[in-house]
């Protein structure tokens, strides 16, 4: 489905009269970045000049989210989502310079009342009221403090995609597959939905590689129907798939409904192209998946994946974050340890997404040990591109578009 | 929900060599309007120095919406996706010139096979299959000459949202509403949501004005979740609302539902901020909604409304066409005049929205007659503006702008 990627970012500076800078981007495979592009230049009258009020980052959402000029061209999806989202999280890394927190801790040393108040509500109140959130949320404080320490000691558990893609050789796909045991790795994923022999023996050589106790998992990035995406599944059960990933089209709750029923127990994951809350809503009250994969820069941020973390713990829904692409490895893990520590309270059954690419570009780039993200520590979001990176890769002057 | 509207359009003008053109445009509400003109510039080097094979629209369409990186900011949604509508209806508009049809008739007088084959069916096989749909194309052929006898001569029913906006004094309301009575329409339409005590007095009015027979349909632009939405319509039950159009999200499918079960026997409409055939397929089989409100612009053109008509057809809901905004009314009469003519075969609680304006800058504007759209005879999609007011209102530097 995505057969030509050229990562890309759609990248936001927010700077104070204090001279601080958030930082934030969306995440692109090419052309249409400058769609993006345009969609934050559309919010910045918004946005420029304005007084920003670190008690209100939830307001400060809402104003851009709810503006009804650039509401009309979603509502709350596509182009203008992602810049929303661009904005959002680098008012979320400007926050945690500010703090001199790590946006996970920032996030989660708040109240409960300051943590429902970032999110928006609105279509949301029949499947979780605010006080329904609030209760959730109390609940977890008592266990804060241990799972904090918790996190520092250990880190939060991660999967790696980087043995599966399309394309590589048997050989490659075994000694990669192989070497992500070796470090740590208790679930890898592999790509399908191209060739179905190719999967078969794609999915035997993966199985053999890795031994009958560590996770795969599959990704058809969206490829199939409803029927084909359970006909292919029955053919891929003998190795023991984890989750489907993207059977179907990221609008299609019913399908996505349908596909788990027809898959059991092959469990159903989706999420890094569910446009808003309201989908994510939808997923969990059809009983559609049995795994919500957030995505840092395509619903709006921050605030509006606090909604999405506490619809998935009101659902007793796991939460792996996809990641890879351009940064959003670095902003997920914030997004995961918040949950762990004052949400949903668990990492059972959870994982972040770990593709080994683009790292070297960030300033606080992701740390991995044994197959665990470390907490960052650093002020920020982790968001921030090193100015080298910045200035190299800018389109279309910088050195790389230019040679 | 919309305060503050500056009607706007993202307009495209396609070229031959023999000097023929095809105009399409998507309807924006003021900002943003740019994003969407981003959008059709990042289609352009898919579409500029092309072959159009008039023989194979769909085809076109789907190079277009296939192409993986600029579905990435969807998929099949918001800005994009509202690029791809305003090139394929310029590629439908330049088709019907060059064919010297209107559209309705160019589409009415497709083979079934020819018509399946305008649709993208990725998505849609698990409610409605390809071949399901030639069925019920064939079913409809042998009719298509009477219908299309009727429809020149009575043309297709209307409604009129003209009475009913907010803002309005008593006194207007009850006139205007008189007046569409007078004008020969048979339902009006008043929108609601702002107070509920301003609501109920003025749907008394209206009742008042029109008396028992005449439909009133209600438009609440999304702005209640799903409790709120039934105690509302609950108020407004003793004037018999005939339908409740965009109660809620329009991604909420299971909100529709749940709001379409709470405040039967009004019936629930949605449609205009549809995002695409997937979300559409779901409001079907969750029996979600009564009455079905394609926008010629904002799902991909012609031939993803070719899909949504099967599908509603299929399903046995009418369609009743979302239209005012700029051109909407000019873009989908073609589309209820194919859906008459060669799909669903009846007219039978089906009503086209007309909205009184902006018509005086299309070349050839909508015609009524008797609360009827008179069916077009000029060639085209009726989507051409007259050159003067692209001239005059071509942003930055038409004249309106510069005064």
């Known amino acids: 489905m995505n057969p030509d990627p050229d990562y890309s970012a759609a990248y936001v500076v927010l700077h104070t009269d204090e001279g601080m800078e958030g930082h934030g981007f969306c995440f692109t495979i090419g052309r249409g970045n400058e769609v993006c592009v345009a969609a934050i ?12 009020d670190l008690g209100d980052l939830g307001g400060f959402a ?23 989202a661009a904005i959002i999280n680098a008012a979320f890394d400007l926050a945690g310079k500010i703090a001199g927190k790590p946006v996970w801790r920032l ?15 609105r279509y ?54 192989r070497e992500a045991v ?40 969206q490829r199939w129907d409803v029927a084909p995406a359970i006909e292919w599944m029955e053919a891929l059960k003998p190795f023991d798939p984890y989750w489907i990933e993207e059977p179907t089209s990221p609008d299609d709750v019913l399908g996505h409904a349908a596909i788990r029923r027809g898959v059991s127990p092959v469990k ?3 999420g890094e192209h569910i446009a808003n809350r309201v989908i994510v809503k939808q997923m969990l009250q059809a009983e559609a998946l049995d795994v919500l994969q957030i995505d840092a820069c395509r619903v709006a941020g ?13 659902f007793g829904v796991p939460v792996c974050p996809h990641a890879g692409g351009v940064g959003l490895c670095e902003a997920v893990q914030h997004l995961s340890m918040f949950d762990y520590v004052a949400v949903s309270g668990s990492t059972e059954n959870r ?36 100015a080298a990176s910045l200035a190299a890769y800018a389109h279309p002057h910088g050195e790389v578009w230019r040679s």
Chains 1, 2 share one sequence.
């Not at 230049?41 to 920003?52: F, K, M, S």
């Not at 809402?62 to 929303?84: C, F, I, N, T």
């Not at 109240?111 to 999110?119: G, K, S």
Request: cysteine-free.
């Open 124 to 177: 949301l109140t029949d499947a979780l009221t605010p006080d329904r959130a609030l209760d959730l949320l109390r609940e977890a404080v008592p266990g804060r403090a241990a799972r904090t320490a918790d996190l520092l000691e250990r880190g939060y558990p991660a999967y790696t995609t980087t043995p599966g893609w399309l394309g590589y050789t048997d050989d490659k796909l075994g000694r990669l597959a």
């Open 182 to 221: 070796a470090d740590g790795f208790t679930q890898i994923k592999l790509k399908v939905g191209a060739d179905l022999d190719d999967d078969v023996r794609r999915l035997r050589l993966a199985r053999e590689a890795v031994g009958p106790d560590v996770r795969i998992a599959v990704d058809a990035n």
């Open 107 to 121: 996030l989660a040393e708040m109240t409960p009342e300051q943590i429902v108040d970032l999110a928006d509500w």
């Open 351 to 386: 994982v972040i997404e770990y593709v080994d690419h683009l790292h070297e570009h960030f300033e606080d780039p992701v740390r991995m040990s044994r197959g665990h993200y470390s907490a960052p520590a650093a002020p920020g979001m982790s968001t921030q591109m090193k």
């Open 62 to 84: 809402r104003r851009l989210l709810h503006d009804s000029q650039l509401r009309w061209l979603g509502p709350e999806k596509g182009a203008v989502h992602m810049a929303a």
């Open 41 to 52: 230049e559309a919010y910045a009258p918004l946005v420029e000049g304005t007084d920003l």
């Open 268 to 270: 159903v994951a989706t």
């Open 302 to 314: 921050v605030t509006e994946n606090v909604a999405i973390l506490l619809l998935a713990a009101a």
